[in-house]
Nanobody
Framework: QLQLVESGGGLVQPGGSLRLSCLASGSRLENYVIGWFRQAPGKEREGVSCISRSGAFTNYTGSVKGRFTISRDNAKNTAYLQMNSLKPEDTALYYC???????????????WGQGTQVTVSS
């Protein structure tokens, strides 16, 4: 059974940076596409980015392109989301998820972490 644990969230000022981590256990991360999603209060869960099993293919939602970078280290069973130039509208609970397809659709992902809170505020 694959288990995912996110870390790295916190409070940051606008323009700041954070790096989120997603550590997998119970199975090899290399067997899965990894997606990052976020959900703000009162809003639907939104796909942020995803990365293929090898890391060769990545995809981003438009609002984070050029600011966020997804990566993975299969040897460490860990995926990352580097977030730069953060804006107040990036405030949300961020989740990582594992699935078979490189899409930004939550329904395509079977296994989810508990989430890590990111708050961007001055």
């Amino acid at each position: 059974q694959l288990q995912l644990v996110e870390s790295g969230g916190g409070l940051v000022q606008p323009g700041g940076s954070l790096r989120l981590s997603c550590l997998a256990s119970g199975s090899r991360l290399e067997n899965y596409v990894i997606g990052w999603f976020r959900q703000a209060p009162g809003k639907e869960r939104e796909g942020v980015s995803c990365i293929s099993r090898s890391g060769a293919f990545t995809n981003y939602t438009g609002s984070v392109k050029g600011r966020f970078t997804i990566s993975r280290d299969n040897a460490k069973n860990t995926a990352y989301l580097q977030m730069n130039s953060l804006k107040p509208e990036d405030t949300a609970l961020y989740y990582c998820a594992a699935g078979p397809y490189s899409v930004l659709r939550a329904s395509a992902y079977k296994d989810w972490g508990q989430g890590t809170q990111v708050t961007v505020s001055s």
